[in-house]
């Protein structure tokens, strides 16, 4: 991401941020992806009362962070970020965003350091690749480079697919990952022990990255990206599928016939769920005659785990 930046001493960046909580931060973090330099990244603070009562538990904040330059390209992107920004307003409360100039070379640092070592759960280390680490022996490290798509460990959705991903994943198994983002689920399947991985994503930005991120972890021979979703897989069936989304696509997918993709046995992971859609979400389950065998939930998202 740094490479080819082709800014000039004294040039000074623009950092957009906006706080956020629940399915805003989702939104958010698409239109930043879309117009800001770098893409979205976030921070969490778990003191925020954001959306709370006095003397009510905190509820978890999200802040959203995106980066643009100066000059007229800069203008732009801000018109077209600010605009995003108050059409989001009116279906999430979102306040005013906050821009602040920085200076030449900071932008990158300012960046690079939403994206620490993860820890998640009590084998998986996710690891950006200007940190370094020395793996326990039976910990596996991921090297990821977020760039511009969704999937960094950072966000509650992905964090809880991770575990899921550990707790289930067994050698030999077939894993389909839906939504792909960053490659992230699909990586980590395949360095568990997962023999084949089918990861989709109908962002063509999101496949180049996931495949760059599956070579540098060198699981190309087990992970298989491709452009596409549900309508692109013609047979074949999973013993884990993972559709880290949003509630309403999930919904979609099911109606779509998602459920008949299961091995038997078989587990669906769905995440990006909302704790207001959670219900609406098991139904779907429940339509498709499946079982929900496990509910987690981390701040305002939940995870669902089905099993025929």
């Not at 300012?110 to 039976?138: C, M, N, S, T, V």
């Not at 930005?205 to 760059?212: G, I, K, L, P, S």
């Not at 692109?232 to 884990?240: A, I, Q, R």
Request: net charge negative; with cysteine.
């Amino acid at each position: 991401m740094v490479e080819g930046d082709d800014s000039r001493p004294g040039q000074t960046w623009i950092e957009v941020s906006v706080e956020t909580n629940g399915e805003g931060a989702e939104a958010v973090s698409e239109l930043f992806n879309r117009y800001g330099t770098g893409g979205a990244v976030e921070s969490v603070d778990f003191g925020s009362g954001l959306g709370g009562t006095e003397g009510s538990e905190p509820r978890q904040a999200l802040t959203v962070k995106t980066y643009i330059p100066v000059g007229q390209e800069g203008v732009e992107a801000r018109g077209r970020l600010e605009e995003g920004l108050w059409h989001l307003s009116q279906l999430y409360p979102l306040p005013r965003p906050i821009f602040k100039p920085l200076p030449y070379g900071c932008w990158a640092t300012a960046w690079r350091k939403h994206f620490p070592i993860l820890h998640i759960g009590p084998r998986l280390i996710i690891r950006p690749p200007w940190l370094e680490y020395h793996p326990r022996p039976d910990e596996v490290v991921i090297e990821l480079d977020p760039d511009m798509a969704f999937g960094t460990g950072l966000h509650p959705t992905t964090r809880m697919c991770l575990l899921a991903m550990e707790e289930f994943t067994e050698p030999g198994m077939r894993v389909l990952d839906l939504g792909t983002g960053s490659g992230i689920l699909a990586i980590a399947a395949a360095m568990l022990g997962a023999c084949s991985v089918l990861a989709l994503d109908t962002d063509r930005a999101a496949v180049r990255v996931a495949r760059a991120n599956v070579a540098a972890n060198r699981v190309a021979d087990r992970v298989q990206v491709q452009h596409g979703s549900l309508r692109e897989l013609k047979s074949g069936t999973w013993h884990l599928i993972f559709v880290n989304i949003l509630a309403q696509t999930i919904i979609l997918l099911l109606k779509e016939g998602l459920a008949s993709y299961l091995a038997p046995e078989g587990r669906l992971v769905a995440a990006g769920i909302v704790k207001e859609q959670a219900e609406g979400v098991e139904r779907a389950f429940a339509s498709q005659g499946l079982t929900v065998s496990d509910h987690k939930r981390e701040g305002d998202w939940v995870t669902l785990i089905g099993q025929a």
